[in-house]
């Protein structure tokens, strides 16, 4: 059983559309996080929840929306995507906020054109 | 500022043959972690070692270990007896107090046969 997943793998979308990613835990951990890694391969975290509270935002636009409705989900919607928003998604999770080791799901490419 | 640098964009090592990957990083606070983290061609990271700052010994995981030098603020990983699936990058990162992790840009290794 896949512990972190993630839907979809590969989004390809236009600029100014809204996109969301699911990403769905089934550790029974209470954190979930958010990274992007660019071109370059940085990855820099977005978010991070534990217990379906926001307590990490990074300096991100406001058009990324983290949603919990869960603690076992955590998705991301993106609003009026743009170029530079281009990048793989990943989801994580831990057992516990700052917990020693995270598990990240398989990554969403997002291309947008 | 940067809190990981890692200093090597490649590297190469013969199959069955050790390599090191450098990690240095900042922070002023007394606790904290340390983490390696293996991503390859897949996409998918895998946690690989952890290091707290607290611990006296270096820590190991099979052909991993960490060469933790707290007064230099360095965290190298060396892998032993090289194999061809040790190909990918690798990420090293740094949890700090608030319960934020920051990567470093990362390391290509190459393992040639």
Redesign the interface.
């Known amino acids: 059983d896949t512990a972190v997943s993630q839907t979809p793998k590969y989004l390809v979308t236009q600029m100014g559309n809204d996109k969301s990613i699911k990403c769905e835990q089934n550790l029974g951990h209470d954190t979930m996080?958010w990274?992007k890694q660019d071109s370059?391969?940085?990855?820099?975290?977005m978010f991070?929840y534990n217990n379906k509270e926001l307590?990490?935002n990074e300096t991100v636009p406001n058009r990324f929306s983290p949603k919990s409705p869960d603690k076992a989900h955590l998705n991301l919607h993106i609003n009026s995507l743009e170029l530079g928003d281009s990048a793989?998604y990943?989801c994580?999770s831990s057992q516990a906020?700052?917990d020693?080791?995270?598990?990240?799901?398989?990554?969403t490419?997002l291309t947008v054109t | 500022a940067q809190k990981i640098t890692q200093t090597q964009p490649g590297m190469f090592v013969q199959e069955k043959e050790a390599v090191t990957l450098d990690c240095t990083y900042d922070t002023s606070d007394q606790s904290y972690?340390l983490?390696w983290?293996k991503?390859p061609s897949?996409?998918?990271?895998?946690?690989l070692i952890?290091q707290g700052s607290y611990d006296e010994q270096n820590a190991t995981e099979g052909r991993y270990s960490l060469n933790f030098q707290k007064a230099r603020k360095s965290a190298n990983l060396v892998i032993s007896a090289s194999q061809l699936g040790d190909s990918a990058?690798y990420?090293c990162?740094i949890?700090r107090t608030?319960?934020?992790?920051?990567?470093g840009?990362?390391t290509s290794l190459t393992v040639i046969p």
Request: hydrophobic residues 40%; charged residues 10%.
């Open positions: 996080y990274y370059k391969k940085f990855l820099k975290i991070s307590i990490i793989v990943f994580a906020s700052g020693l080791e995270q598990y990240f799901g398989p990554g490419r | 972690g983490f983290y991503q897949s996409g998918e990271m895998i946690f952890y990058m990420f990162a949890l608030g319960n934020q992790f920051y990567f840009t990362g």
